[in-house]
């Protein structure tokens, strides 16, 4: 009887592990990471086998070093055919561990994954390293992907005929690469291009892009971008119904072409230069944003705006007045 009641009393404090698989999974699933969800097989035999059914694999903010071996345990137990979303942060990432990344990015990819992020930081945050495997270029799975840190030279027709949102951060993506991008993504979405280079103008004429983000550009500490502050970007994105311009701007001048469908802007960037400079690109870019429903502005440009102001300029009347955004991207 006695066994019975302590039988009893461990039920009812364990009911969790009473639930069945796929919720204990769901659970899981909501972990921050893979390395905690692995821990869970620690509490009883009941949960031993079920971490490598996640369908989601996130291995983040970690020294590659001291990576590697949990990764490659965690995909060789993986019993999960497929998978939603694979995410790889490394701190401090090197060059020689090229081929291992590629392997993992490999085993995501013919696990279908559909979301992909990969964010590989170096100590100086200099030049992109990691060359990302052709394998990639072709992934008709993929709905989601992010790539920080890694350099992007498809030698094939990109096919992301599934791709709703991308997001590349600290990369060289010049216009023939955007171009591929485009043509290889008719149902994209939401385009992002964080602290990049490479390019002049942004020709967003897809009709399925509807979210553009211009959050920074140049990268202070490679050489070949030294010369950025001279250049001017054009954007010309006539079906894009939502635009933000964020970050610190390494440029002379940006100009908006056509973005005559957009619905809400957001300004929320810095510049250096003189006055001038500063204020004859926001005083274009409020009046190329006259059309918009909703514009909002950060901090720097409120007070550039603020000395347009005092020189007679006056918003257009066909804008409502500004509002204030966020902390900088």
Request: hydrophobic share 40%; proline share 3%; glycine share 4%.
């Amino acid at each position: 009887m006695e066994q019975q009641a302590q039988a009893l009393k461990l039920i009812e404090i364990d009911r969790i592990s009473l639930l069945p698989d796929c919720l204990l999974i769901d659970i899981l699933s909501c972990l921050p990471t893979t390395k905690e969800a692995i821990k869970t097989c620690t509490l009883s035999k009941r949960w031993q086998h079920l971490w490598p059914q996640l369908p989601n694999l996130i291995f983040n903010n970690q020294l590659f070093s001291g990576l590697y071996s949990l990764v490659d345990k965690t995909i060789t137990q993986s019993r999960q055919l497929n998978l939603n979303r694979f995410k790889l942060s490394i701190v401090a990432y090197d060059i020689r561990f090229e081929s291992q990344v590629n392997e993992l990015i490999h085993y995501a990819i013919n696990r279908n994954v559909q979301q992909i992020d990969v964010a590989l930081l170096t100590r100086t945050y200099c030049v992109s390293e990691h060359k990302l495997d052709q394998m990639l270029y072709v992934n008709p799975c993929l709905t989601h992907l992010s790539l920080r840190g890694c350099i992007l030279n498809p030698t094939c027709s990109i096919n992301w005929r599934n791709l709703k949102c991308l997001c590349i951060a600290r990369a060289k993506v010049d216009e023939d690469l955007i171009k591929n991008i485009l043509s290889g993504s008719p149902v994209l979405e939401t385009l992002d291009l964080r602290s990049c280079y490479g390019y002049k103008r942004l020709d967003i004429t897809s009709k399925s892009v509807k979210n553009l983000v211009f959050a920074a550009y140049g990268n202070l500490y490679c050489e070949h971008a030294l010369g950025s502050w001279e250049l001017i970007i054009k954007i010309n994105a006539p079906y894009i119904l939502s635009l933000t311009i964020g970050g610190w701007l390494m440029l002379s001048n940006l100009l908006l072409l056509n973005v005559s469908t957009l619905v809400k802007a957001e300004l929320n960037y810095i510049k250096d230069g003189n006055f001038v400079e500063e204020e004859e690109m926001l005083k274009g870019m409020i009046l190329k944003l006259r059309h918009v429903n909703k514009l909002k502005l950060g901090n720097s440009c409120l007070h550039v705006l603020s000395r347009l102001k005092a020189k007679g300029f006056t918003i257009p009347s066909s804008m409502k007045s500004p509002d204030m955004t966020s902390p900088l991207l």
